[in-house]
């Protein structure tokens, strides 16, 4: 069954560095997503994009945010410069296509920011 | 805005029936799910429902859900050791729009 896969499974950086978390959606899909879940949290909203472009951010998604969908297959969150609090697991997910289809999740990136 | 809660504890005995509970305040719902997560993985879709009907069926898994009171559960049958586990449940208004989810429910099945 197809499944969406993220790169690295875990990522460790210093505060103020940059990270770049990288997702391949399910091939057919064509909503992409990413969540975040901060330690003993709710799964939280960041960001949906669609058409190439972002159809709904949270107030969590600042300018320190961004997403890109490089190629037609990548689609990748980028944090310029993070901060403490933005150690959290950080899911990607994709849905759409042909007919309806829910949201499919990856396994996470779990980001430690020091 | 939108709020889903769940209960944060459920302990069942293996090969009993659990029910985790969830509700919502958005009548707007059109998308209900259930996802499960197991420690250390993702999120697994275990299944949805529309919000024009009132139960699925799926093997051992069983939602029910009542749209007037903006209630939903998860029934799973002959509860196994292996779904030991958190479940969220999560809400959306329209295909392609984000989810709102529950805080989760952790399982813990005894033997």
């Known amino acids: 069954e197809p499944e969406v896969t993220q790169t690295p499974s875990h990522q460790v950086t210093q505060m103020g560095q940059e990270v770049i978390l990288r997702c391949v959606p399910i091939?057919?899909?064509?909503?992409f997503y990413w969540y975040r879940q901060i330690l003993g949290q709710k799964v939280e909203f960041l960001v949906s994009?669609?058409?190439?472009?972002?159809?709904?951010k949270s107030e969590i998604f600042d300018d320190q945010f961004s997403v890109e969908r490089p190629d037609g297959s990548n689609f990748t969150l980028k944090i310029r410069s993070t901060k403490l609090e933005d150690s959290a697991m950080y899911f990607c997910?994709?849905?759409?296509?042909?007919?309806?289809?829910?949201?499919?999740f990856g396994n996470g990136t779990r980001l430690t920011v020091t | 805005g939108e709020d889903v809660e769940q209960s944060l504890f459920l302990s069942v005995r293996e090969g009993d029936s659990s029910v985790i509970n969830c509700t919502y305040t958005?009548?707007?719902?059109?998308?209900l799910y259930w996802y499960k997560q197991e420690p250390g993985a993702g999120l697994q879709l275990l299944t949805y429902?529309?919000?024009?009907?009132d139960m699925k069926q799926d093997q051992r898994l069983t939602v029910l859900l009542n749209k007037k009171d903006k209630h939903l559960s998860l029934r799973i049958a002959d509860t196994q050791t292996g779904d030991s586990a958190i479940y969220f449940c999560?809400?959306?208004?329209?295909?392609?729009?984000?989810?709102?989810f529950g805080g989760g429910t952790r399982v813990l099945v005894k033997p």
């Open positions: 091939s057919n899909h064509l909503y």
């Open positions: 997910a994709s849905s759409g296509g042909t007919g309806y289809s829910p949201l499919h």
């Open positions: 999560a809400e959306a208004r329209a295909a392609g729009n984000k989810l709102t």
């Open positions: 958005d009548s707007s719902s059109t998308y």
């Open positions: 429902i529309f919000s024009n009907m």
């Open positions: 994009f669609y058409n190439n472009e972002i159809s709904e």
